[in-house]
């Protein structure tokens, strides 16, 4: 175990010190800055922040209800936005104040973003061992391959969670520094299939923060796997990235097949089953369990060729 440690630790600092991980983490919070620049623009902070918020919400129904006359195009946007107004006075809630916890909670998007720096780190933390001609150094330690590539891969995750807790946390105090904190727990009136309802803005974030984490876990296996089959961390990154943006596509694509619930993008969402927007035959469970598969698939393929792969020649 302490050898373990020792490896991970050692991946860690190689991580933390290069200056492309340092990037990463800056080009982050740039985002993060310039999206609340933005919002404080766009977000109606103190707009219903009144005594008398029910009059203002319909002088604004009254308004939208004369542009809806006058702007065809913009007609379902305002019939929305009436609906859910009126949602707010017939519930008798007033409206909360824009704050740090909705930034956060808009922010999920940004995981994206972690996705794709966690591939770029995962797959080339195999690759570069054979670019740069470290791996013999490595492998001839007296210690397993199965440690060193476990820690290896364990060090990506790492950098994932730490990576998803940065976002968290930089973009909580970035919007407290420019919307402030209505609370501890606030709630918002959101639009779900199943109408307008009012929601804890806390429990929003663990849930899209959490479904969003499965993407970022398989998408960063699968890089690992190619870095470790192929040792080109160039191919590694484009083909995740690719398939991390295409594949939607490919699932719509190869939907008329029955075969297609088992394409490893038409489970990977699993809100789709909070939102009751999945497709017709498929469960919760077997989500789960086609994920499941493709993961132990993606790691004993990693396995394999780190392990039985001769380095006598590199």
């Given at each position: 175990?302490?050898?373990?440690?020792?490896?991970?630790?050692?991946?860690?600092?190689?991580?933390?010190?290069?200056?492309?991980?340092?990037?990463?983490?800056?080009?982050?919070?740039?985002?993060?800055?310039?999206?609340?620049?933005?919002?404080?623009?766009?977000?109606?902070?103190?707009?219903?922040?009144?005594?008398?918020?029910?009059?203002?919400?319909?002088?604004?129904?009254?308004?939208?209800?004369?542009?809806?006359?006058?702007?065809?195009?913009?007609?379902?946007?305002?019939?929305?936005?009436?609906?859910?107004?009126?949602?707010?006075?017939?519930?008798d809630i007033?409206?909360?104040?824009?704050?740090?916890?909705?930034?956060?909670?808009?922010?999920?998007?940004?995981?994206?973003?972690?996705?794709?720096?966690?591939?770029?780190?995962?797959?080339?933390?195999?690759?570069?061992?054979?670019?740069?001609?470290?791996?013999?150094?490595?492998?001839?330690?007296?210690?397993?391959?199965?440690k060193i590539?476990?820690?290896?891969?364990?060090?990506?995750?790492?950098?994932?969670?730490?990576?998803?807790?940065?976002?968290?946390?930089?973009?909580?105090?970035?919007?407290?520094?420019?919307?402030?904190?209505?609370?501890?727990?606030?709630?918002?009136?959101?639009?779900?299939?199943?109408?307008?309802?009012?929601?804890?803005?806390?429990?929003?974030?663990?849930?899209?923060?959490?479904?969003?984490?499965?993407?970022?876990?398989?998408?960063?296996?699968?890089?690992?796997?190619?870095?470790?089959?192929?040792?080109q961390s160039?191919?590694?990154?484009?083909?995740?990235?690719?398939?991390?943006?295409?594949?939607?596509?490919?699932?719509?694509?190869?939907?008329?097949?029955?075969?297609?619930?088992?394409?490893?993008?038409?489970?990977?969402?699993?809100?789709?089953?909070?939102?009751?927007?999945?497709?017709?035959?498929?469960?919760?469970?077997?989500?789960?369990?086609?994920?499941?598969?493709?993961?132990?698939?993606?790691?004993?393929?990693?396995?394999?060729?780190?392990?039985?792969?001769?380095?006598?020649?590199?």
């Amino acid at each position: 175990m302490a050898n373990f440690m020792n490896l991970l630790m050692n991946e860690q600092i190689k991580l933390y010190i290069r200056k492309s991980t340092w990037v990463m983490y800056i080009l982050t919070a740039v985002i993060i800055i310039g999206l609340a620049a933005i919002a404080s623009f766009a977000a109606p902070n103190e707009k219903y922040q009144v005594d008398d918020w029910q009059q203002v919400l319909k002088d604004e129904n009254a308004d939208m209800k004369e542009k809806a006359q006058n702007e065809d195009m913009m007609q379902n946007f305002y019939k929305g936005q009436i609906e859910k107004n009126n949602f707010y006075l017939e519930n008798d809630i007033q409206p909360a104040a824009y704050d740090a916890w909705q930034f956060v909670m808009e922010n999920e998007l940004l995981l994206s973003l972690v996705s794709l720096f966690t591939i770029i780190i995962a797959a080339g933390i195999i690759a570069d061992e054979f670019r740069w001609g470290t791996i013999k150094l490595l492998l001839i330690r007296p210690i397993s391959r199965t440690k060193i590539l476990a820690s290896k891969y364990v060090s990506v995750l790492l950098f994932a969670l730490f990576t998803l807790i940065f976002v968290l946390v930089f973009s909580w105090i970035i919007g407290a520094l420019f919307f402030g904190i209505n609370g501890m727990d606030p709630h918002i009136v959101m639009d779900t299939s199943e109408g307008y309802v009012h929601v804890s803005v806390m429990e929003k974030i663990v849930e899209g923060y959490g479904y969003q984490l499965v993407t970022l876990l398989m998408m960063a296996t699968f890089a690992f796997m190619i870095s470790a089959i192929f040792r080109q961390s160039a191919l590694a990154i484009g083909l995740a990235i690719v398939l991390m943006f295409t594949g939607n596509a490919i699932v719509t694509f190869f939907a008329k097949y029955d075969w297609s619930k088992f394409i490893l993008f038409a489970n990977t969402n699993l809100q789709q089953y909070a939102n009751n927007t999945a497709a017709e035959g498929m469960t919760l469970g077997f989500s789960i369990a086609v994920l499941a598969v493709y993961y132990v698939i993606f790691l004993v393929l990693s396995w394999v060729f780190f392990a039985k792969r001769d380095v006598a020649g590199t």
